[in-house]
C-alpha cells in the first residue's frame, strides 16, 4: 500500500507518522488540537508513554489547517539533562526543519543567532548543518533567546511542540521553568504544545499556583484508542491485502495491553507478518507473535534486569507479579514477596521510576514495559 509516495507492506508501522491511511482514528482528538493551536492555545498534552502523542501531533501538523499556515517544530528532549542540552536539541530541530522550506526561510533564522554563528557549519553547497555540541554553547540562556527571537519574527506563525516536557524538572538549574514561561509568555508568534508522560509531574506543573506555569494552558489529557475504532482499522487494513482476522482477536490483545497504542501495534505487526496471503490470523496466533517479539528484546532485557541493584530488582519482580500493585510498602506486600522491608521498597520505588521502569498511577504501580513484564514473568 502506497500513502504520500510511502510504501509499507506491513500497514501496523511501528515506528513514526506514516500517514493517514496508517494512523488509526484519533479524529476527535486531531479536531481538538487543531483548534486549540489555530485559535491561540497552548496545550499540555499529557498522557503515559506509548499512547501515541507523538505521531498525534504529527498527524495534526500534517492538516492543511495547519501545514498550510504555521511552520511547525516537534522537539523531544527526553534524552536531555539541562538547559544547554535542550537549547542545542532545539536549535538544531528548528534548523533541520527549516531547511528544506528554502534559503530565504533557513537565513532568517540564522541572522539572529549571534551567540552560535561561528559554530555552524556549511558543506560544500552552503547549506548549513547544526553540527555543535554542547560544550560549543557558551551562553543557552542567550541562544534560547535567539531561537525565541527567531520565533516572534518568523514569516509564518510557528507551532513549537516539545515532547517528554517532564524532563526539564531534572535539570539542576532550577530556573528553567521560569525563564522558558517568561519566553512563551512573550512569544506571541508562536503557540507551544507541552507533551508530556509523567503525570504527576506534568500536572504539577500546570495546575500548581506555585509553580510559573499555572492556567497558562489548556490541558489535554489523551486516553487509550478506542475498542471499537482499533478492531475496525485492523480488520480494514487485514482484508485490504487480502487476509482475514478472526473475530476476538483484537479484543484479546486490546485486554493484554489496556489499549496503549504501541504494544497494540508491535503485536498486530508480528500477526500480520506471520499470516499468509489468503490465510486466517487466529486467537492461538497472539501467544507466538508475542514470544518473538520477547526472544529479540531478550538480551536487552537481561542487561537491564542484571544491572539492577539486588534491592531494586526484586522490588521490580514483586511489583510484576501482582500486574497493579498497592500498598507496597505496607508488612504483607513485602512478607508475600520475601522482601527485606518496607524501607527497601520504599527506597528502591523512586530509582526505578527514575530509571523509566516502573510507572505510577494513583498509587498503584507496574512495570512500565509491558514486554519485559512478560520477559520477567518468563525467566525469573
Known amino acids: ?41 497552548n496545550v499540555a498534552l499529557i498522557s503515559p508513554r506509548r499512547y501515541g502523542k507523538t505521531d498525534l501531533l504529527r498527524h495534526c501538523f500534517a492538516q492543511k489547517e495547519i501545514k498550510d499556515r504555521f511552520h511547525t517544530f516537534i522537539v523531544d528532549i527526553y534524552s536531555t539533562k ?10 538544531s530541530v528548528v534548523l533541520e526543519t527549516l531547511k528544506p522550506k528554502g534559503r530565504i526561510v533557513w537565513e532568517k533564522f540564522l541572522s539572529v543567532l549571534a551567540s552560535v554563528r561561528s559554530e555552524i557549519s556549511f558543506d560544500i553547497n552552503g547549506v548549513p ?25 518568523a514569516d509564518k506563525p510557528c507551532i513549537v511542540a516539545i515532547d517528554e516536557f517532564q524532563q526539564i524538572t531534572r535539570y539542576a538549574d532550577t530556573n528553567t521553568e521560569a525563564l522558558l514561561r517568561t519566553h512563551v509568555q512573550y512569544c506571541s508568534n508562536a503557540k507551544f504544545v ?14 500548581s499556583p506555585a509553580r510559573p506555569f499555572y492556567q497558562s494552558v489548556t490541558i489535554y ?13 485492523c480488520h480494514y487494513h487485514f482484508e485490504s491485502c487480502g487476509k482475514q482476522l478472526d473475530k476476538g482477536v483484537v479484543e484479546e490483545l486490546y485486554r493484554r495491553y489496556d489499549g496503549v497504542t504501541y504494544y497494540l501495534h508491535c503485536v498486530m505487526n ?27 528484546s531478550s538480551p536487552i532485557y537481561e542487561d537491564l534486569f542484571y544491572q539492577l541493584p539486588e534491592k531494586q530488582s526484586r522490588v521490580l519482580v514483586a511489583i510484576g507479579r501482582e500486574g497493579w500493585a498497592s500498598n507496597i510498602t505496607s508488612g504483607k506486600f513485602v512478607k ?30 507496574q512495570v512500565y514495559d509491558k514486554f519485559f513484564d512478560l520477559w520477567l514473568k518468563q525467566n525469573v
Open 82 to 91: 539541562s538547559v544547554t542540552e535542550m537549547v542545542n536539541k532545539l536549535g
Open 270 to 296: 508480528r500477526l500480520f507478518a506471520n499470516t499468509a496471503p489468503h490465510g486466517v490470523c487466529k486467537m492461538e496466533d497472539i501467544d507466538k507473535a508475542e514470544q518473538s517479539i520477547i526472544d529479540m
Open 221 to 233: 489529557a489523551l486516553k487509550p484508542l478506542p475498542l471499537d475504532k482499533y478492531t475496525a482499522f
Open 336 to 365: 508475600r514477596h520475601g522482601l527485606v522491608s518496607p524501607n527497601s521498597v520504599k527506597a528502591a520505588v523512586p530509582a526505578l521510576i527514575d530509571k523509566g521502569m516502573l510507572t505510577m498511577d494513583k498509587g498503584s504501580y
Open 1 to 41: 500500500m502506497k500513502e504520500n509516495g510511502i510504501y509499507n507492506e506491513n500497514p501496523f508501522v511501528t515506528s513514526g507518522y506514516a500517514g493517514p491511511e496508517y494512523f488509526c482514528d484519533r479524529e476527535k482528538e486531531s479536531a481538538d488540537l487543531i483548534d486549540l493551536l489555530t485559535n491561540g492555545n
Open 194 to 207: 507541552f507533551s508530556g508522560s509523567r503525570q504527576h509531574l506534568m500536572g504539577s506543573m500546570f495546575t
Open 129 to 153: 548543518s547544526w553540527s555543535m555540541s554542547v560544550g560549543d554553547i557558551d551562553a543557552p540562556d542567550t541562544t534560547l533567546g535567539e531561537i525565541f527571537k527567531y520565533l516572534q519574527q
